[in-house]
């Protein structure tokens, strides 16, 4: 049995952070408010994960009111969504994702990214597809005022 899932995630800039995409630390003069780290990549991709399965969702399994998540590194988060997935007998067969940014310049990262990813879920790079778009200064994306990404899982019973 195969199933798709779809991930969004969406953070504001904010002064004073680090800014982590894709498990990455990015150079930028901003990074994401939130919660955690803020990656918002990873963040989509553990929504797709869990709504494929049938898990809820980041916010239901990784509550921002629980302070064991505070500043917490979204690699984490990511693992264990692989971990609550091979619970439930499946595994990833591919990701599909999109991240949504004015700026920073990202392409140049997705190598990266798609490495560090792979190993946190044990599957092979090539099974990750990281796109990297802007939105012609449109929204608030486009105004740089944050970034956004999507995200698609296909995942398959053991």
């Not at 392409?107 to 802007?134: F, G, R, Y």
């Not at 449109?138 to 698609?152: D, S």
Request: with cysteine; aromatic share 6%; proline share 4%.
């Amino acid at each position: 049995m195969i199933r798709v899932g779809f991930g969004i995630d969406v953070h504001r800039f904010a002064e004073n952070r680090e800014l982590w995409i894709g498990g990455i630390k990015i150079p930028y003069e901003f990074g994401l408010d939130g919660h955690s780290d803020a990656d918002v990549l990873i963040h989509a991709i553990c929504d797709a994960m869990l709504g494929a399965a049938n898990l809820r969702d980041i916010g239901y399994q990784f509550p921002d009111t629980a302070g064991e998540f505070l500043n917490i590194d979204s690699k984490i988060l990511l693992r264990r969504t692989r971990d609550l997935l091979k619970e439930k007998g499946y595994s990833i067969g591919n990701i599909d994702s999109t991240i949504a940014a004015q700026a920073p310049k990202l392409n140049p990262h997705i190598p990266q990214m798609q490495q560090v990813l792979a190993d946190v879920l044990e599957i092979e790079p090539d099974c990750i597809s990281i796109k990297a778009t802007t939105t012609e200064r449109l929204g608030f994306e486009g105004r740089k005022e944050g970034i956004t990404a999507y995200a698609t899982v296909l995942i398959e019973k053991a």
